[in-house]
C-alpha cells in the first residue's frame, strides 16, 4: 500500500514511499523483501495523492493498480475487488524499509495455523519503550497494550465484510521502524549508524 498522502511527515518535497534510506527509496526495500518472500503475486497500490510513486512503479515495471485514494481500508478492498481475488491477502504498508522476507514467510505460517479469516502482527508497546521508540498509535487488548505493525493478511473473498482477526504479537525490531514522520527516518539512519544493523530483506 503506497496511496497515503503522508501528511504527517511535513514538507520534505519527495513522496513519503520515495524517501531514500540505504540508498534506495522505502517502497524499493518492502517490494525486494516480498519478492524473496513465498508470496505468489506483489501488487503495488497508489493512488492520485501519489504520482510520483505510481511512476516509479512503472519504471520498476512492479505490478501496479492506482486506487481511487479514499483511504487505506477502502483502497485495499477495491483493490482486491479490482483484481478479482478470493485468497487470503498479505497487505503491508510501504514505509517499513528494515521489514525482510523471513519475518513475511513466518507471518504467513502462521496465518496457516490459524481458524479465523485474517491475521493482524502487532508489537507490545513496552517493547517501542524499550527501543526509545515513540508509536504513533498504541491499542489496548485486554490487559495488553500493543502498536500495529501495518502487516495483516485478510480473506479477499469477503472484501465488505469486517473480519474476525487473530493477533499476531511479535517482538521484531525491523518493525519497529514504520517511518511516518523526519524524525522517524532520522532515528532510523542513526540507529543503523550506531550498531551496524543490517538489513536482511
Not at 57 to 83: E, F, T
Not at 90 to 119: C, F, G, T
Not at 158 to 171: A, G, K, R, W, Y
Amino acid at each position: 500500500m503506497a496511496g497515503g498522502k503522508g501528511e504527517r511527515l511535513g514538507p520534505v518535497g519527495v513522496e513519503k514511499s520515495l524517501l531514500e534510506f540505504a540508498g534506495k527509496p522505502l517502497v524499493a526495500h518492502v517490494v525486494a523483501a516480498l519478492i524473496k518472500s513465498q508470496i505468489e503475486r506483489v501488487v503495488m497500490v497508489t493512488s492520485p495523492h501519489t504520482p510520483c510513486t505510481t511512476h516509479w512503479a512503472r519504471n520498476s515495471c512492479v505490478p501496479l493498480l492506482v486506487a481511487p485514494g479514499q483511504g487505506y481500508i477502502h483502497d485495499y478492498r477495491w483493490a482486491m475487488k479490482r483484481l478479482g481475488l478470493n485468497d487470503p491477502v498479505l497487505i503491508i504498508s510501504a514505509d517499513l524499509p528494515m521489514i525482510n522476507h523471513q519475518l513475511i514467510d513466518k507471518i504467513i505460517e502462521h496465518y496457516a495455523r490459524v481458524e479465523s479469516p485474517a491475521l493482524g502482527v502487532y508489537l507490545p508497546s513496552k517493547f517501542f519503550d524499550e527501543a526509545d521508540v515513540s508509536p504513533d498509535l498504541v491499542l489496548r487488548a485486554g490487559a495488553k497494550l500493543l502498536v500495529p505493525s501495518g502487516i495483516n493478511i485478510v480473506d479477499a473473498s469477503l472484501p465488505d465484510q469486517t473480519q474476525q482477526e487473530t493477533m499476531l504479537v511479535i517482538h521484531d525490531e525491523s518493525l519497529l521502524y514504520n517511518i511516518n514522520k523526519k524524525s522517524d527516518l532520522k532515528r532510523l539512519n542513526r540507529r543503523v549508524g550506531e550498531s551496524g544493523l543490517a538489513k536482511q530483506g
